[in-house]
């Protein structure tokens, strides 16, 4: 519902700044994400109170559910719609 009504950004990379300037309300993650990138996630999510959703399938699973024709690592939410 977010992808079509809200705010929100696609990628790792996006995810760890958003994080870190506490700028999302929420993520989620593939459950293959990258362990480095996954852990500067939780790391800066953990210190910016923002939860954290790891999505059982895999980035090209969690690309369909958005309707992308890529796979997305991680979706940042930073207005719900």
């Not at 999302?24 to 990138?37: G, P």
């Amino acid at each position: 519902m977010a992808v079509k009504t809200g705010k929100v950004g696609f990628g790792s990379k996006d995810a760890v700044v958003n994080t870190g300037f506490a700028r999302a309300k929420m993520i989620i993650l593939a459950k293959n994400c990258r362990e480095a990138e996954r852990d500067d996630i939780l790391h800066n999510a953990q210190q910016s109170e923002i939860p954290v959703y790891v999505f059982p399938g895999s980035s090209l699973d969690l690309g369909a559910v958005c309707e992308k024709p890529f796979p997305v690592s991680a979706i940042v939410v930073r207005e719900p719609g």
